[in-house]
């Protein structure tokens, strides 16, 4: 069973930032849709970004103008970049790939990583 790689992660005050990446082995990141989730203590697990096999991108509202997901074709590798962290966006970062055309919610992937962990102290 394939799995991805994540890491990246840290320890950080609030306004700092963060660039998580996702090793894809055994898979090609160009023909996947791929997405970063994140969960809590006691919450759900949230999508937090997409991107598509075309490379259109989405993001869930509470990120949006903070975080950017991109991926490196060459290094078969996806990145979240993370700025202007703030408290609540401590949780534990998996980013997760399909081959599926649709990329929504926790459902629809079928590739998932160990997962990273982001703190953020005010």
């Known amino acids: 069973q394939v799995q991805l790689v994540e890491s990246g992660g840290g320890s950080v005050q609030a306004g700092g930032s963060l660039r998580l990446s996702c090793a894809a082995p055994?898979?090609?990141?160009?023909?996947?849709?791929m997405a970063w989730f994140r969960q809590a203590p006691g919450k759900e697990r949230e999508g937090v970004a997409t991107i598509s096999r075309y490379g259109s991108t989405t993001y869930t509202d509470s990120v949006k103008g903070r975080f950017t997901i991109s991926r490196d074709n060459a290094k078969n590798t996806l990145f979240l970049q993370i700025d202007s962290l703030k408290p609540e966006d401590t949780a534990m970062y998996y980013c997760?790939?399909?081959?599926?055309?649709?990329?929504?919610?926790?459902?629809?992937?079928?590739?998932w990583g160990q997962g990273t962990q982001v703190t953020v102290s005010s």
């Open positions: 055994g898979l090609t990141v160009s023909r996947l849709c």
């Open positions: 997760a790939a399909t081959f599926g055309s649709i990329c929504i919610s926790t459902r629809d992937f079928d590739y």
